[in-house]
């Protein structure tokens, strides 16, 4: 199993311009969420999804879009990107509301 | 909302030495994980254990959940125990919170 994965590792943006970040888990599991990662804020969440087909706010939702269109897909958007989303972004999965959290190696964006 | 302390915020240790690092929570909890970020990023799961005690080789993890804290031991360190360690607790039904971490330097 390659249990969560995050597409792509690595990108660097431009003011302005827009971008999508891929999530896929391969262990059914029901609930999805997006984080980002900042030096000396640990990690906050953006959106997360209890299901396929449903999305809620997080913690900083804020500039970002979401959609779960398919159960093991959760896709983060940034449609007009800012140096202020400049992170380190981590998907994750859970089978449950009260189970253990499956993490991504995480996506390094740069917006310049 | 939930507040998590993690401490120490850095920590050094010759390679072989023991460690014990402390999560501190400011309310129930029902979840809480430990993890370890490596120098290139990745978070690795270590342990869920929302109470009790439990044992993965060189690490083993306790929590206290009427006490409100997680301790995480690391005996025998090697240099590959190097990065960030994490822990995190769920608050409500979905929301993780994370400390912010304990950076380890393991040395040769």
């Known amino acids: 199993n390659a249990g969560v994965t995050q597409t792509p590792k690595f990108r660097v943006l431009k003011t302005g311009q827009s971008m999508t970040l891929l999530c896929a888990q391969d262990?059914?599991?029901?609930?999805m969420y997006w984080y980002r990662q900042d030096p000396g804020m640990g990690l906050r969440l953006i959106h997360y999804s209890v299901g396929e087909g449903t999305t809620a706010k997080g913690e900083v939702p804020d500039g970002y879009n979401v959609s779960r269109l398919k159960k093991q897909n959760f896709l983060l958007g940034l449609e007009s990107a800012a140096p202020s989303q400049t992170s380190v972004y981590f998907c994750?999965?859970?089978?449950?509301?009260?189970?253990?959290?499956?993490f991504g190696q995480g996506t390094r964006l740069t917006v310049v | 909302g939930i507040q998590v302390e993690q401490s120490p915020p850095d920590l050094i240790l010759q390679e072989g030495a023991n460690s014990t690092l402390r999560c501190n929570f400011s309310d129930s909890v029902n979840n809480l994980q430990w993890f370890h970020q490596n120098p290139w990023g990745q978070l690795i799961n270590l342990f869920y254990i929302p109470s009790g005690t439990k044992q993965n080789g060189r690490l083993s993890a306790t929590t206290v959940a009427t006490e409100r804290y997680s301790l995480l031991y690391i005996s025998s360190s090697q240099t590959t125990d190097s990065g960030v360690y994490f822990c995190?607790?769920?608050?409500?039904?979905?929301?993780?919170?994370f400390g912010t971490g304990t950076r380890l330097k393991v040395l040769a």
């Open positions: 995190a607790v769920r608050e409500g039904t979905y929301k993780y919170i």
């Open positions: 262990m059914n599991h029901e609930y």
């Open positions: 994750a999965s859970t089978w449950g509301r009260n189970t253990e959290a499956f």
